[in-house]
């Protein structure tokens, strides 16, 4: 893998395997970069679970017929 500073593909899939695998343990600046590659701008990635991020968290969850509260769980996740 070229050394970049920005995550490709791979890493995203990486990330994505591990997390499903239970390796990981879903930190909120990885569910925030999950959100954001998901087309969804949770503002800075930097664990901080703001206004931003409640509103990226509430679009996604209405947008997949979630129940819509903007804090993310179990069913958000998987859904990601």
Known sequence: MD???DPDQGTIDTLYDAFLNS???????VFQMMLYYAGYDPGTVDGVLG?????????FQEDQGLDA???WDEN???RL
């Open 76 to 78: 958000t996740v998987n």
């Open 23 to 29: 390796a990981i343990t879903l930190h909120n600046d």
């Open 51 to 59: 206004k931003k991020t409640e509103k990226a968290v509430y679009s």
């Open 3 to 5: 050394e970049t500073g």
């Open 69 to 71: 509260h903007g804090e």
